[in-house]
């Protein structure tokens, strides 16, 4: 069993950079595949980050390619999203999930989740 509990969400201008920490319960987190979700009000949940339980392979949705950077520390027990360049249209609830898969992309292959932290990115 794994609890996710994300934070680091908030409001930040256009341009700005938000840290998104995603600490886990559980002995083992560094065995599941580990993902960020975001759902905008009246969209589907859409992928932007996973990365495998080593930390060796890690990808991106291609809106957030090149700006956004997923990471962990399986010391720690947390995963972290570091969103730099942040455009309005990143705002949404962003969700930390994780999976027994090798790598996974739609958000029903994912076994755990929190209960989200809301980005908000002022134009």
């Known amino acids: 069993q794994v609890q996710l509990v994300e934070s680091g969400g908030g409001l930040v201008r256009a341009g700005g950079s938000l840290r998104l920490s995603c600490p886990a319960s559980?002995?083992?987190?560094?065995?599941?595949?580990m993902g960020w979700f975001r759902q905008a009000p009246g969209k589907a949940r859409e992928f932007v980050a996973a990365?495998?339980?080593?930390?060796?392979?890690?990808d991106y949705g291609d809106s957030v390619r090149g700006r956004f950077t997923i990471s962990r520390d399986n010391v720690r027990n947390t995963m972290y999203l570091q969103m730099n360049s942040l455009k309005p249209e990143d705002t949404a609830i962003y969700y930390c999930e994780g999976t027994r898969e090798t790598m996974a992309y739609n958000a029903n292959e994912y076994d755990y989740w929190g209960e989200g932290t809301q980005v908000t990115v002022s134009s």
């Open positions: 559980g002995r083992t987190f560094s065995t599941y595949t």
């Open positions: 990365i495998t339980w080593s930390g060796a392979y890690a």
